[in-house]
């Protein structure tokens, strides 16, 4: 048997995993003895994991997030009313399954951010596609793309991920183009996708902040009243961490 051969042939069809790990055996590398099934699903498990692994990281850099947040560095000793058991359940990733929506409110600082793209990563780990924005930026990107013809194919882009973050909703008010977008978004992912939305702004003023009664109340129907809310009270985190890296 010529193994250069074998080694060749597995890295022309991409088995680049594999391959490494019958190279290494072959050297001696891996010291273990295998009965012939045994060798094969350890190459084949070797295989895998790596193509599993390279897709998470793609999934994770084509999200686009800010930063990275992970689920188990959630900080839930602060006071700011995050219910572990509530967010761990949402850490199940259920409600992206179901088609379900989730809205975190509280002041800047409380940490909405990171939750969100907490559970953004989450969803790359279990191979949902997500993509993350700025919701002003995401607007001003859009309003481009009308500009340039290409509007209808931004949104199918949107429409199409399972996990939808929108962050820091409402900081900017909407002017009518952002308005339908922001309405074109929602009724293509209804029922179909799951969507974050993350705002210092209460839901209560979101039907003032959205404006024209009718667009409003087709946006609040279809992502307000199906969703889980989390809402964070309290300081600025971030204030606090800094006054305690001063001392």
């Known amino acids: 048997m010529n193994h250069q051969t074998t080694l060749e042939q597995m890295k ?51 999200a686009r997030f800010r930063f990275s947040a992970s689920i188990q560095d959630i900080d839930y000793t602060t006071n700011r009313q995050l219910n572990r058991n509530v967010f761990e359940r949402l850490a199940v990733l259920d409600f992206i399954r179901n088609k379900e929506n989730i809205i975190i409110t509280g002041a800047t600082g409380t940490g909405k951010s990171y939750l969100a793209q907490a559970l953004g990563n989450q969803a790359c780990q279990f191979l949902f596609k997500t993509l993350y924005y700025n919701t002003s930026r995401l607007m001003e990107d859009l309003k481009i793309a009308r500009l340039e013809g290409t509007y209808t194919k931004a949104l199918l882009k949107i429409e199409r991920v399972d996990l939808l973050i929108l962050d820091d909703f409402g900081l900017v008010p909407l002017d009518t183009q952002q308005r339908q977008a922001l309405l074109d978004i929602i009724e293509g992912r209804y029922d179909r996708r799951s969507t974050i939305m993350s705002s210092q702004i209460p839901v209560s003023q979101w039907h003032e902040l959205i404006g024209e009664g009718t667009i ?22 971030r204030k606090k961490q800094l006054k305690k890296e001063r001392n």
């Open 12 to 62: 022309s069809m991409r088995l680049n995993a594999m391959a490494e790990a019958h190279y290494n055996h072959l050297q001696g590398r891996i010291n273990t003895e295998y009965t012939t099934d045994q060798y094969v699903s350890m190459l084949i498990e070797r295989e895998w994991e790596t193509k599993q692994n390279n897709k998470i990281n793609r999934l994770i850099k084509n």
């Open 216 to 237: 409003a109340d087709a946006i609040l129907d279809r992502i307000v009243h199906s969703s889980h809310r989390i809402e964070l009270i309290g300081d600025s985190m």
